[in-house]
């Protein structure tokens, strides 16, 4: 049996949306009848069928993944029991090498930051401050370090370009040529990473 719940708003458009992997929700002009949202279902009923069996495939291998004895630490799973006080070994690992990378590309960029800080924070894997000050979310210890070089990368150009703009993607490019390719990569385990950091941290 589907679960669907029907939204009428002023608009023009017709949307179908699976959400929480089983609920499908469909939202539709004002002016629609049961008639047509049930005729709307029955014309999409074998994509609805198949997103939810995808959906559900992924958040049951996305539990296992981060349910187990093993700790995502740098990008490579290992066993949890290599870690005495996992909590403080991550964090200290991950500010050690945070600082490495900012005062290294700091010089290079000839740049200058207030300091770093680690957050707890899960909408964000790095931000600069108006004082740049850099800080950087404790998610980016599950990370591989080319991807922790990058936000790095990201966060100093911030100090010269407070925006994403063209100079600024420019001034990214110019320090880390493949930060596209990294930045996918931070962006499809991003789902991983907040699950291991609500269960690490
Ligand atoms: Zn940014």
Redesign the pocket.
């Known amino acids: 049996m589907l679960k669907i719940t029907i939204i009428k708003r002023s608009q023009k458009s017709i949307r179908l949306r699976i959400k929480n992997h089983q609920n499908v929700i469909l939202s539709v002009p004002k002016h629609y009848n049961n008639a047509h949202c049930e005729q709307i279902i029955e014309q999409n009923r074998k994509w609805i069928e198949s997103k939810i069996l995808l959906l559900q495939t992924k958040e049951r291998e996305l539990s296992q993944l981060t349910q187990t004895q093993k700790i995502l630490y740098f990008g490579q799973w290992l066993d949890i029991a290599k870690f005495a006080n996992p909590k403080e070994i991550l964090a200290n690992d991950l500010k050690d090498l945070i600082c490495k990378y900012a005062s290294e590309l700091a010089n290079k960029m000839s740049l200058r930051y207030e300091d770093i800080k680690l957050t707890n924070a899960k909408s964000y894997f790095?931000?600069?401050t108006n004082k740049n000050l850099l800080k950087f979310s404790l998610m980016l210890c599950f990370a591989p370090k080319n991807c922790i070089e990058y936000v790095v990368i990201?966060?100093l150009s911030?100090i010269t370009h407070k925006n994403?703009s063209k100079n600024?993607w420019n001034l990214v490019e110019e320090f880390c040529p493949d930060y596209k390719c990294r930045r996918k990569m931070l962006r499809e385990n991003a789902e991983i990473y907040k699950r291991m950091l609500a269960r690490i941290f």
């Open positions: 790095g931000l600069c990201h966060e911030h994403h600024f």
